[in-house]
């Protein structure tokens, strides 16, 4: 278990006799006392089992554990697993073999029936033939039988027989009660941080612990009785909000870490040495990695960097049509994929690009519009004038884009489209009989007609010919909504959360085309609103947008469709609301990736306040790309 260390006399045969279930190497050939055949029982006292908090540390629970057993009356040590009630007290042991000290030793297994770590604990125990013993294991009964452990292999080394071993005639009793006392004069929370061999070599020099003194030197100097306790410093990164990760070490002393959050967490105390440290993801996968562990808390400690998301950050978006360089932001664009010149593009319509208006001001909207190959941006089509939130989407090659908010803060009537070369005026919304601008609006091409429903927190509904954008009515949603995030599925049109006459929703529906109705799904884990959504092969991905504190985040929540259930994803390595995104070749690596572009921390708040006077945050440049 330890590993790349420089440990003092009998290192390895400590080792051996911790593990109680494997036979000790450097045995001498020499045949070794016979064992006796006398048995007796062992009632066990289950201590420091189940959810119990060790510092930062967790003990784990287990059902199932291999049960070791060593002496200097055995011939070799017996292993036996045995499984037990969780949350068991006790445990009894039948077919022991009699003897004096002899150090057993309880290791839990995980459900793959392999060795949990932290999950050790170790004691003495005396049986008597045809009797029943009773014993503890837990965190304070450890230290005696690692010594004792230590005493029985430097016993065979020096092929003693049962009479004459110092194991036999230990005083455990006295020599636990004198460890007690030095824990807390070296203000020691860990009993397993004693180094055993020393303190066995002191065992061998004096017979007993009673006219040593104490068995470390002064408060302030570990060595050599005391291994100086190391902390690992564990940084998680891409952790889904509201997921928890699981951390272990293989050190004996580090049982799982669970719940913990994105960021740093201290790992304390663990033995110096190398280890193995792993993290277990919420979706079960697992990373390694290898810590070295220097001693002394107060000194040093280690630290290991884990990725636990699926989120790579890439350049940020730069505009190319020049050969500039420039990086820009972008916000609230309408955005979906497009051909152009035989290469699909994202193409991202008005939206904010954190421009300042002569007031001061940022304005709401702006004209530009670009097309993102994967690295850079290059230029499409100038809108006649500039909107943010606009609803769209792409129908016979063409670029139909229905109203959105002005650079005033007023709304927009217009209903464009562009085929990459110019952007035409085709006709106006129509609510009501009258001309009326529109904001924030779910729109798709179902079948043979664009979908446009809600916006301006209103139940607008109409279905558009793609090839004449004539207009006729539709089904309106069962909850007006506006900033909502809608996705395709299978020929239905779903949409989660936005903003009501109620306030900010985590409600969702899915559109039918061909009954013409709207069904109630199951909420959003959340209240979100300015999130966008994405299928994944069979789940719907929705990512980012606001909370109902008006917060940016970023939350990426997995819809499934066939289970109507919610699951979680790794999140955004930035939070983030009215991001563009879409699937696309990916130049780095030639593979289909998702895209997630732009967006804002704030940029929400502002405008459901209406504050014209406000300087909104600056929309950002950020490039996100989804590793599968």
């Given at each position: 278990?330890?590993?790349?260390?420089?440990?003092?006399?009998?290192?390895?045969?400590?080792?051996?006799?911790?593990?109680?279930?494997?036979?000790?190497?450097?045995?001498?050939?020499?045949?070794?006392?016979?064992?006796?055949?006398?048995?007796?029982?062992?009632?066990?006292?289950?201590?420091?089992?189940?959810?119990?908090?060790?510092?930062?540390?967790?003990?784990?629970?287990?059902?199932?554990?291999?049960?070791?057993?060593?002496?200097?009356?055995?011939?070799?040590?017996?292993?036996?697993?045995?499984?037990?009630?969780?949350?068991?007290?006790?445990?009894?042991?039948?077919?022991v073999p009699a003897g004096t000290n002899l150090v057993l030793t309880v290791q839990g297994l995980?459900?793959?029936?392999?060795?949990?770590?932290?999950?050790?604990?170790?004691?003495?125990?005396?049986?008597?033939?045809?009797?029943?013993?009773?014993?503890?294991?837990g965190a304070t009964t450890t230290t005696r039988a690692d010594v004792v452990a230590a005493l029985l292999a430097s016993d065979r080394l020096a092929q003693r027989d049962a009479s004459h071993s110092l194991a036999a005639r230990l005083d455990v009793t006295t020599l636990q009660a004198q460890l007690d006392r030095e824990r807390p004069r070296l203000g020691l929370s860990a009993p397993t941080l004693f180094n055993a061999n020393r303190i066995a070599l002191v065992v061998q020099q004096t017979s007993d612990l009673t006219g040593t003194g104490s068995v470390s030197p002064p408060i302030g100097d570990y060595t050599?009785?005391?291994?100086?306790?190391?902390?690992?410093?564990?940084?998680?990164?891409?952790?889904?909000?509201?997921?928890?990760?699981?951390?272990?070490?293989?050190?004996?002393?580090?049982?799982?870490?669970?719940?913990?959050?994105?960021?740093?967490?201290?790992?304390?105390?663990?033995?110096?040495?190398?280890?193995?440290?792993?993290?277990?993801?919420?979706?079960?996968?697992?990373?390694?990695?290898?810590?070295?562990?220097?001693?002394?808390?107060?000194?040093?400690?280690a630290q290991v960097r884990f990725d636990l998301g699926h989120w790579e950050l890439r350049p940020p978006l730069l505009t190319g049509a020049t050969g500039s360089t420039t990086v820009i932001g972008i916000a609230g664009a309408t955005t979906a994929t497009m051909s152009l010149g035989g290469a699909t593009r994202l193409v991202m319509v008005g939206g904010m690009d954190g421009s300042v208006a002569p007031n001061g001001t940022t304005p709401f909207a702006t004209s530009s519009c670009y097309a993102f190959d994967g690295f850079q941006l290059t230029s499409f089509p100038t809108?006649?004038?500039?909107?943010?939130?606009?609803a769209g989407t792409v129908a016979n090659g063409r670029f139909v884009l229905f109203g959105g908010m002005k650079a005033d803060g007023t709304e927009s009537?217009?209903?464009?489209?562009?085929?990459?070369?110019?952007?035409?005026?085709?006709?106006?919304?129509?609510?009501?009989g009258q001309v009326s601008g529109l904001t924030g609006a779910a729109c798709a091409l179902l079948g043979n007609k664009i979908y446009v429903f809600g916006g301006s927190i209103s139940r607008f509904a109409q279905a558009y010919?793609?090839?004449?954008?004539?207009?006729?009515?539709?089904?309106?949603?069962?909850?007006?909504?506006?900033?909502?995030?809608?996705?395709?599925?299978q020929g239905k049109?779903?949409?989660?959360?936005?903003?009501?006459?109620?306030?900010?929703?985590?409600?969702?529906?899915?559109?039918?085309?061909?009954?013409?109705?709207?069904?109630?799904?199951?909420?959003?884990?959340?209240?979100?609103?300015?999130?966008?959504?994405?299928?994944?092969?069979?789940?719907?991905?929705?990512?980012?947008?606001?909370?109902?504190?008006r917060r940016a985040n970023g939350r990426v929540d997995v819809y499934t469709p066939a289970t109507d259930s919610w699951s979680s994803y790794s999140a955004l390595n930035y939070p983030r609301g009215a991001v563009s995104l879409g699937f696309l070749t990916d130049p780095l690596t030639g593979t289909n990736r998702l895209f997630v572009v732009g967006g804002s921390d704030g940029l929400f708040y502002q405008l459901l306040n209406g504050s014209l006077s406000y300087e909104k945050p600056i929309p950002t440049s950020i490039v996100e790309v989804w590793r599968p």
């Open positions: 278990m330890i590993r790349s260390r420089s440990v003092p006399f009998g290192s390895a045969l400590l080792v051996a006799g911790l593990l109680g279930c494997v036979a000790h190497p450097n045995v001498p050939a020499t045949t070794p006392p016979a064992p006796t055949a006398a048995t007796g029982r062992i009632h066990l006292d289950l201590q420091g089992f189940g959810q119990v908090v060790r510092h930062v540390q967790q003990a784990p629970t287990f059902a199932t554990a291999t049960i070791g057993l060593d002496g200097a009356t055995m011939r070799r040590p017996v292993s036996i697993q045995q499984s037990f009630a969780l949350g068991a007290a006790a445990l009894d042991i039948g077919g995980d459900v793959n029936n392999q060795a949990l770590p932290g999950a050790r604990y170790s004691t003495t125990v005396n049986v008597v033939a045809g009797q029943q013993a009773t014993a503890s294991v050599p009785f005391v291994l100086a306790p190391g902390q690992a410093r564990i940084w998680l990164s891409g952790l889904p909000v509201g997921g928890t990760a699981t951390v272990w070490l293989d050190d004996p002393l580090s049982p799982k870490q669970t719940n913990l959050p994105t960021g740093g967490a201290i790992i304390s105390p663990v033995m110096p040495g190398t280890w193995s440290i792993t993290v277990q993801s919420p979706d079960g996968t697992q990373s390694t990695a290898s810590v070295v562990v220097p001693a002394g808390l107060a000194t040093s400690s809108l006649p004038t500039g909107v943010s939130y606009a009537s217009d209903i464009l489209t562009s085929d990459g070369t110019t952007w035409q005026r085709v006709s106006s919304l129509i609510v009501n010919d793609p090839a004449t954008l004539a207009a006729t009515a539709s089904v309106p949603m069962n909850t007006q909504r506006t900033y909502p995030a809608s996705v395709v599925y049109l779903y949409v989660f959360g936005g903003v009501n006459d109620g306030g900010f929703t985590s409600t969702a529906e899915v559109f039918d085309p061909v009954a013409a109705t709207w069904t109630p799904l199951t909420n959003l884990p959340v209240t979100r609103f300015g999130g966008q959504a994405v299928v994944v092969g069979s789940q719907i991905f929705v990512i980012g947008g606001m909370d109902g504190n």
